[in-house]
Structure formats: C-alpha cells, structure tokens
T-cell receptor
C-alpha cells in the first residue's frame, strides 16, 4: 500500500465547474496535510495546509480532512483554465522528523 | 526577493563527474530539505537538516552528500554521477518540522 495515494487522473473539467481531488494516506498518526500545485517545469507551490478534521476554505479552494477515514480532499470551485496543473497531496507522518510524503499527483485540465 | 533559491537551474554533465547544487533560503527557517523528482514526476525526500544537524537521511546512495554550512544554506554534492541521477532536484525550507515547506525553483540535472 502506498503511503499517500491519489487518483492519477488526468481529471478534466469544464471551466466554471467544481474540481474534486482526493487523497488517502496510510499513517494513522499523521498530523499535517498539504496540497501543492505544480505547473509543468515549475516547483511545487502551497495551495492549502490543514491540520484538524473538517473543512478549511481559502477563496475558491476548500480542503477537507477526515482523519478517521484517513482521507483528505481538495475542492476547486469555479475552475479556471489557469488551474490546469498537477496537484500534489502531501502528508507529514507521526514522529517522522518533518518528512513530507507526496502522492503521485493528479493532473487537472480545465477546458475553456 | 527570492525566498528559496538554487543554483544552477540546469546542469548537464557526463557520467562519472562530480557536481554540486547550492541552496539558500532567506526566510529565517530552521529546517531545510532536498527532494528528488524523477521522470514520472514523483517527488521524494532525500535529506533534511534542522539547525545544521542532519535529521532525515533516506535510502540514498552515499555518492550523495549534503552539507549545511549554516542554517540558511544546504548544498548537495554528488560524486560519480550515473545516468539514473538525471532528475529535478528541489531544495525546500520550513520554519519547523511540522509546518509548510517552501520549495526552490529546482535544478534539472541531466547526466549523459
């Protein structure tokens, strides 16, 4: 079982739709959860961080965390073509010294 | 002002050579990291330093040696380069081991 698993995609949504990205993780003691966006040829940039169960909203982005189900998701409302990128889910496990474990990424394509 | 910077941006070299990549952060962070992103875009941690002390050393060939002269710098030296070392190497930093990691622009290493 992979430590952090994402739907590999690609995920294609029309402009203005909601994009839903999902991630599961295996370390039940994980405490810190992140979504990064990576454009082709660029470095990962932070979209959202979430540390406790529930929803966290920032503009068009909402991160959802369910520790009991070991599940974290990212919703992008009113998707724009500029949102087309690879989205990386990342988790810091319990007592892992800050080791950020990434999923394989989900490629999102927003069609005009 | 660039928060996390890396040099060089591109590195093309022959098998068997030795090369170094430099990383500097001006965020005042205590922890710095090296990640490798392979051709399948999977991002994996290699090393982490906290206040100049090595705290994460993943299963990486000992041809790779990190060095942290001070909190703001973390360099990566690679001996006897092999074809399989071709990848993008990212430096990152964070305030502490549980907080958001900020990535540098990456160094694309090509070994011929």
């Amino acid at each position: 079982q992979k430590e952090v698993e994402q739907n590999s995609g690609p995920l294609s949504v029309p402009e203005g739709a909601i994009a839903s990205l999902n991630c599961t993780y295996s370390d039940r003691g994980s405490q810190s959860f992140f979504w990064y966006r990576q454009y082709s040829g660029k470095s990962p940039e932070l979209i959202m961080s979430i540390y406790s169960n529930g929803d966290k909203e920032d503009g068009r982005f909402t991160a959802q965390l369910n520790k009991a189900s070991q599940y974290v998701s990212l919703l992008i409302r009113d998707s724009q073509p500029s949102d087309s990128a690879t989205y990386l889910c990342a988790v810091i496990g319990y007592n892992q010294g800050g080791k950020l474990i990434f999923g394989q990424g989900t490629e999102l394509s927003v069609k005009p | 002002d660039t928060a996390v910077s890396q040099t060089p941006k591109y590195l093309v070299t022959q098998m068997g050579n030795d090369k170094s990549i430099k990383c500097e952060q001006n965020l005042g962070h205590d922890t710095m990291y090296w990640y490798k992103q392979d051709s399948k875009k999977f991002l994996k941690i290699m090393f982490s330093y906290n206040n100049k002390e090595l705290i994460i050393n993943e299963t990486v060939p000992n041809r790779f040696s990190p060095k942290s002269p001070d909190k703001a710098h973390l360099n990566l030296h690679i001996n006897s380069l092999e074809l399989g070392d071709s990848a993008v190497y990212f430096c990152a930093s964070s305030q502490d081991r549980q907080n958001t990691q900020y990535f540098g622009p990456g160094t694309r290493l090509t070994v011929l």
